[in-house]
């Protein structure tokens, strides 16, 4: 009887350190591939800082063997996309085929499943963006809405002109459309706003417009929402293939 508890406490322990090894190796392999996914995303979309890559579907070593990851979500702080950058980029795929064999010839193609994503357009981005002339105009959040603050010469004098703008998503396009002016501190008409802006050279009739024509042809738009620092996109990532190498 005490020979059968000492065999079956060995087999326990021994199961126990496979268990611990299988961990060890298992969580070294993810770290490692985790960071030259980060390398090369980092290099091939000349991010200034390297993105972060989260693999969340369970043992990653099975997720090897089997060439599906599951779970796979990225985050970069700022992707510059031709003139637009873009702040806290957040994407997440339900699963990435990639086969082994692609994976250790470096040739071979990759498959991903459409996901989700999310990113923000920044207040100091949307002005550059805008033609305000030569005002110096600042954006800043208005609750639901945004709120743009210039000051324009009239008769020799500076006069404050605020307008509270509604963001909306019309096609690839953002519209920062006025609901509401001020003047001197004072409410007055829109049509009192868009002539003290007209005088100094913006057009602010049908609103500003920002396009999202730089945004990758995968990423489909679809809404936005005020965010304390910008613009927030969200949206649908299409399914794509793409080549190793």
């Known amino acids: 009887m005490a020979r059968s508890r000492s065999t079956l406490v060995r087999v326990v322990v021994t199961v126990a350190a496979l268990a611990v090894v299988l961990v060890a190796a298992d969580l070294a392999a993810r770290s490692w591939a985790v960071g030259r996914a980060e390398r090369e995303l980092q290099e091939r979309l ?9 693999l969340a579907g369970g043992s990653f070593l099975w997720q090897v063997l089997r060439g599906r990851y599951e779970d796979v979500t990225v985050t970069a702080q700022r992707v510059p996309a031709d003139d637009l950058v873009l702040d806290d980029v957040l994407v997440h795929l339900p699963a990435v085929r990639a086969p082994l064999g692609a994976l250790v010839s470096g040739a ?22 805008v033609d305000t002339g030569s005002l110096d105009v600042t954006l800043t959040r208005d609750g639901d ?22 963001p909306r998503l019309v096609g690839e396009e953002v519209r920062l459309v006025p609901v509401s002016a001020e003047a001197a501190g004072r409410e007055v008409p829109l049509s009192r706003a868009r002539q003290l802006l007209g005088a100094a050279g913006v057009d602010v009739l049908d609103g500003w417009t920002v396009t999202l024509d730089e945004v990758p042809e995968q990423v489909r738009v679809q809404d936005l929402a005020v965010a304390d620092d910008g ?12 080549e190793l190498g």
Not at 46 to 53: E, I, K
Not at 109 to 129: I, M, N, P, S, Y
Not at 145 to 166: M, N, P, S
Not at 231 to 242: F, H, K, N, P
């Open 46 to 54: 000349a991010l200034p800082q390297p993105p972060q890559v989260d």
């Open 108 to 129: 071979g193609a990759v498959d991903v499943a459409a996901g989700t994503f999310r990113a923000e357009v920044g207040f100091e981005e949307l002005v550059t963006r």
């Open 145 to 166: 809405d945004v709120r743009a603050l210039t000051t324009v010469g009239v008769l020799g004098f500076g006069v404050e002109v605020g307008l509270t703008v509604e």
């Open 231 to 242: 613009v927030v996109l969200r949206g649908a990532v299409a399914a794509t293939s793409a």
